[in-house]
């Protein structure tokens, strides 16, 4: 059974920094390509950043400089981490695995939710 466990959300002021991490199960981590999404109220999922191992890390223009998103391979474990954190920023987060041979496979977590507001 694939599992993809999120963790790390919750509120924050603005310019704080929140660190999501993302721990899987089922899955041989190396061969997918993981990547976080976010959904905010009215607004559609969109990437916020992916990596995947040898093909380096991609960045929605809202995230670069701001958050980086890296992998701990002994704990199948993916982060995002969050600096700078803007009120627009806020929505649920999700946790994304695409298998990199076919995305036909692809899974996600059930999500965290990601307040920034004073």
């Known amino acids: 059974q694939v599992r993809l466990v999120e963790s790390g959300g919750g509120l924050v002021q603005p310019g704080g920094s929140l660190r999501l991490s993302c721990t899987t199960s089922g899955i041989i981590f190396s061969t997918f390509t993981m990547g976080w999404f976010r959904q905010a109220p009215g607004k559609e999922r969109e990437l916020v950043a992916s990596i995947a191992n040898g093909d380096g890390t991609v960045y929605a223009d809202s995230a670069k400089g701001r958050f980086t998103i890296s992998t701990e391979n002994a704990k199948n474990t993916v982060y995002l981490q969050m600096n700078s954190l803007k009120p627009e920023d806020t929505a649920v987060y999700y946790c994304?695995?695409?298998?990199?041979?076919?995305?036909?496979?692809?899974?996600w977590g059930q999500g965290t939710q990601v307040t920034v507001s004073s």
């Open positions: 994304n695995a695409v298998y990199r041979y076919s995305r036909a496979l692809t899974y």
